[in-house]
């Protein structure tokens, strides 16, 4: 044993001295592991992009908030402490006040609504009007000092190919923006609440829907509301349709929409060529409901309906949209496809009755 010790303690001293060494050659030599980035003159084509969106980013940003609904109090295991659980989705200020856009199925049935501005701040809000159709609301919060807002834009302007950002708080956390480009221009209908949607590949994800989707100068021309199983793609109701129907609910007016009192499906390419359909499109009637405005207004199964009120109909869904963004007691123009006749009837649109909504829900 007395032979080991000086061995360890030599082999310690010179694994330290070693170190030592090592230590001073790394202080006396300059690194050159890495090169350091040296500043540039001018400003290239794509920091300037990268300008763009950052500015994009900063104006938009604080006008984004978080919509939680709070549910009831659920008591915490091993705790008397208690926590809200609730929903969360997104929203952006529209007036300085205090008012708020997000969408309808966020705030649907809820007991509170507490809004989280972007400099962290909590208040609470109340529902100041909603439409499930266009599924928009209108929320307000109680402040007091201006708070920031984003303009609203035109979305009739926008092109596919178009630059698209999508801003949010994604799954509850902190706010985001996604950028894309539109994908497929939404398309809204005069002196109507019909409309297709806003498709964009700046995504769209849990937590987000109710945030804007904005265009190149950051103004809102769309509001998100669905997004695709994925994530990778967002869709939004055209900010004009939200334009139209803002007013009247303000207004404290009710919308009542329209109800034909049909079942519909696709044209297949087998009808279409019995029927002389060339190309396929429309929507053939396989069920006219008893007592209900189609019966009345003369629409028999087995019609074809080619267009509402002028607009084409390629498909049973162009028919719910067109019809469902017309207020009851609206006269609709359709034109009918019956026994190789086409056919023009007038049909005063009536209401969807309670035992439908509860087939539908």
């Known amino acids: 044993m007395r032979r080991i010790r000086p061995v360890l303690f030599n082999l310690v001293l010179v694994l330290g001295l ?37 500015e994009l980013a900063n104006k938009a940003r604080p006008a984004i908030v978080q919509v939680r609904v709070i549910g009831g109090p659920e008591a915490k295991s091993k705790s008397d402490e208690t926590q809200f659980q609730g929903s969360r989705g997104s929203g952006f200020i529209i007036n300085p006040q205090g008012y708020l856009l997000t969408a309808h199925h966020v705030i649907d049935k ?44 035109d979305s009739e302007a926008i092109r596919v190919g178009d630059l698209a950002a999508v801003l949010g708080f994604p799954f509850g956390r902190e706010s985001s923006m996604n950028l894309g480009i539109i994908s497929r221009t939404g398309r809204s209908y005069p ?12 995504g769209g994800y849990a937590g987000g829907s109710g945030g804007p989707l904005l265009n190149s100068k950051g103004h809102v021309v769309g509001i998100i509301t669905m997004a695709s199983e994925r994530g990778n793609m967002g869709f939004a109701t055209p ?15 009710k919308f009542v929409w329209g109800w034909l009192g049909v079942k519909v499906s696709e ?8 029927l002389g359909l060339s190309p396929a499109k429309g929507a053939v009637i396989h069920s006219v409901l008893p007592g209900q405005p189609a019966e009345r207004g003369g629409i028999r199964t087995r019609d074809v309906i080619l267009s509402v009120n002028d607009n084409q109909v390629d498909s049973p869904r162009d028919v719910t949209r067109l019809i469902g963004g017309l207020e009851a007691g609206r006269v609709v123009k359709l034109t009918i496809l019956r026994s190789g006749k086409t056919l023009q009837l007038s049909v005063p649109l009536g209401t969807k009755p309670e035992s439908a909504k509860e087939r539908e829900a």
Do not use: C, H
């Not at 002196?191 to 700046?202: C, G, K, L, M, N």
């Not at 044209?267 to 019995?274: D, F, G, P, R, T």
């Open 18 to 54: 070693t170190a030592v060494a090592a230590g001073d050659e790394l202080a006396k030599a300059p690194l050159s592991i890495w090169r350091e980035a040296q500043p540039t003159d001018g400003e290239s084509e794509l920091e300037r992009l990268n300008r763009a969106f950052v």
């Open 110 to 153: 809820a007991k509170d609504i507490e809004v989280r501005l972007a400099d962290g701040q909590r208040l609470p809000a109340r529902i100041i009007t909603a439409d499930a159709q266009v599924d928009l609301a209108i929320i307000k919060v109680q402040t007091e000092r201006e708070l920031p807002i984003i303009p609203l834009g």
């Open 191 to 202: 002196d109507s609440a019909s409309y297709d949607f806003i498709q964009t590949d700046a």
């Open 239 to 253: 900010i004009n349709v939200i334009k139209r129907v803002i007013p009247r609910l303000m207004n404290g007016e």
């Open 267 to 274: 044209v297949s390419l087998q009808q279409a060529k019995a």
